[in-house]
């Protein structure tokens, strides 16, 4: 396997590293909003004329770069019914920062990788996908966070979406990565996001450089990684890492699972036994609780989506029933009823990233608007839950 005898420049923007077999990788650290970034990546390709090129995306990714037609023939019923709103919407924010990122600089995020992409396919060229999956990427991050921890990454990246992209964001992202611009300062809130996000993606992206070296290998990466693939590469054995243990999305122990499944059984149980108990008056009245608070909150998280009147009647009948039942969420219910209800159009699809560049737009747009509706409603149910506990408990004593 390589290994590396010589790094040359490896605090500028492009770092010459001679591995042992003789092998060459010109590792290009660049600006994702940068019109030079764009023009240094395709001089570098003219003047090195390497037999491979690498770039920091992944397939899925590369193609939605390729062709910017594929957001629209996203199946937006498969949202809800296959439960990835809240995986849906991130990519949503994430696509919607871009836009707003391109409109103030003229440059589209990812620029340089498209023309890396478009002179390898060009000259011929072996073209490596160095990037782990995004999907990877953020499901794991999501998965290591709690439910209240995810509530507050979400509404802080909704809420915090409308402020202005200034000069500093501008220059923070040139040497920053997107993913982590995206987040902002919430990144020192939830310490296990540099790790999902940066670390596990330098190693990723170091390891697959090296499994995929030509003769002279040109790799054009964010800024950010630089100096963590260069790290990897120098105090590490990257061409040997098989990355098992950080490309796929943890299915969670027996206890995880169990856990959806017990507190639907806990307060089943608690009815059962207060009606075998005899006490009929008290139990009467803890089921009137939860039907209210749980209903009434999911209710409320559809009506501050500002969905349909009988979207919010779906919010606060289902919330009750789906709150006992862990393989179906209220915001499934509530999302599907309200697209329904409020149909999209093609044009809501085809401006949804635009819309979404602003707070305001995710209201008006029939899609956002039905992801918010969904998301909002499943929060009310879950904290419902837990606020009707205390009522149930009484059956107890």
């Not at 790790?195 to 390891?207: C, F, G, K, N, V």
């Not at 959806?260 to 108990?277: D, E, H, R, T």
Request: neutral net charge; contains cysteine.
């Amino acid at each position: 396997m390589p290994v590396v005898s010589s790094i040359e420049n490896p605090k500028s923007n492009l770092n010459k590293i001679t591995f042992d077999d003789g092998k060459v990788l010109y590792l290009i650290g660049t600006a994702h909003v940068s019109g030079d970034s764009v023009n240094f990546v395709e001089e570098c390709i003219t003047e090195f004329e390497p037999d491979t090129v690498a770039v920091e995306l992944d397939k899925n990714r590369m193609d939605a770069l390729k062709n910017r037609k594929k957001f629209e023939e996203t199946d937006i019923f498969d949202i809800f019914r296959k439960k990835k709103v809240l995986f849906f919407t991130v990519q949503l924010m994430m696509s919607s920062y871009q836009k707003k990122i391109a409109e103030k600089t003229g440059s589209a995020p990812g620029s340089e990788f498209k023309k890396a992409i478009e002179m390898a396919e060009e000259k011929e060229l072996k073209l490596v996908n160095a990037d782990r999956d995004i999907s990877v990427t953020l499901r794991r991050t999501l998965n290591s966070m709690t439910f209240r921890e995810k509530v507050k990454f979400i509404t802080g990246m909704l809420f915090g979406d409308d402020k202005d992209v200034d000069e500093k964001a501008i220059e923070d992202l040139k040497k920053g990565d997107m993913l982590m611009q995206l987040i902002g300062e919430m990144q020192d809130e939830f310490p296990s996001l540099k790790r999902t996000i940066l670390d596990e993606r330098d190693r990723y992206l170091a390891a697959n450089i090296a499994q995929n070296l030509g003769e002279k290998t040109v790799a054009v990466v964010g800024a950010a990684h630089v100096p963590g693939i260069l790290r990897r590469l120098q105090e590490e054995k990257p061409a040997e890492d098989s990355l098992e243990d950080i490309n796929f999305v943890p299915k969670g122990s027996k206890v995880t699972k169990l856990v959806p499944w017990l507190i639907p059984l806990a307060i089943i149980a608690m009815f059962v036994y207060g009606f075998f108990k005899g006490n009929a008056p008290d139990t009467l009245e803890a089921a009137m609780w939860w039907v209210l608070i749980n209903g009434t909150l999911s209710a409320l998280g559809c009506a501050l989506a500002f969905g349909h009147p009988l979207t919010i009647l779906a919010g606060f009948v289902a919330a009750p029933i789906t709150s006992l039942n862990p393989t179906i969420g209220a915001g499934i219910v509530t999302g599907l009823v309200q697209l329904y209800l409020v149909r999209p159009k093609v044009l809501d699809l085809q401006n949804l990233s635009q819309d979404t560049t602003k707070l305001k737009g995710w209201w008006k747009n029939k899609i956002s608007r039905a992801l918010l509706v969904s998301l909002f409603s499943s929060i009310g149910s879950a904290i419902g839950t837990f606020a009707a506990l205390p009522f149930l408990m009484k059956l107890l004593m």
